[in-house]
């Protein structure tokens, strides 16, 4: 697509519950990268896609976390047992890896984010 | 562990200069980004450097001192609308592919 796409735009959810988060990057872009920024914080890196591959989970706060992409395109953040401190907007983002697109900052597009909330 | 530091808050004058400064400390530097973010939407790409100096688009330019940690966001002609969060950071190599670590950011507020 255009741009990277991200739905729901707004979830609210009840505390335990679990909540699928998703995101469509933009066609062509190898590299997916799923951050989570949270009231008076910067934004905090989760995970990366490189392809279908996540080479760095480490950012993942919990193992209440897990995501997965298929087709080297949409991506999925999953919350299990969601917990008041989870609120936060999710954003992805996506970017080319060629060092031809250095100059465009390899396109690193972010997506408008999923605001979360858990009462 | 990397550390990247930003004023919290600035505020200018509509039609003046303002000069907003990112300190970083990190290994494995591959280039520093700046962005901007107004609220409720998603970050938007202003700037990318990579090499030492200036780079200049329109009324935004970036300068980059490597060996200092040291970069700063150039806003000229402000408008009403650049009133916004302006986000740093830095891209590192590592197993996160090209991911970024982020200042918190400075809110902008444009006066008339």
């Known amino acids: 697509g255009a741009g990277v796409s991200q739905s729901p735009s707004n979830k609210v959810t009840e505390k335990g519950k679990d909540v699928e988060l998703r995101c469509d990057p933009i066609?062509?872009?190898?590299?997916l990268y799923w951050y989570r920024q949270s009231l008076g914080q910067g934004l905090e890196f989760l995970i990366y896609f490189q392809g279908n591959s996540a080479p760095d989970k480490s950012g993942l706060p919990s193992d209440r976390f897990s995501a997965e992409r298929t087709g080297g395109s949409v991506s999925t953040l999953t919350i299990q047992r969601t917990q008041q401190e989870d609120s936060a907007v999710y954003l992805c983002a996506s970017s080319l890896s060629s060092s031809l697109d250095r100059s465009r900052g390899y396109g690193y597009t972010f997506g408008s984010g999923t605001r979360l909330t858990v009462v | 562990g990397q550390n990247i530091d930003q004023p919290t808050e600035m505020t200018a004058t509509e039609g003046a200069i303002v000069q907003i400064n990112c300190t970083y400390q990190t290994s494995g530097f591959n280039g520093l980004f700046w962005y901007q973010q107004h609220a409720g939407e998603a970050p938007t790409f202003l700037s990318y450097n990579v090499l030492d100096g200036l780079e200049e688009k329109g009324r935004f330019s970036s300068f980059l001192s490597r060996s200092k940690g040291y970069s700063y966001l150039l806003l000229k002609e402000l408008q009403m609308k650049d009133s916004a969060s302006y986000l740093c950071a830095v891209r590192v190599n590592s197993n996160s592919g090209y991911a970024l670590n982020f200042g918190k950011g400075t809110s902008l507020l444009v006066t008339p």
């Open positions: 066609s062509g872009h190898t590299a």
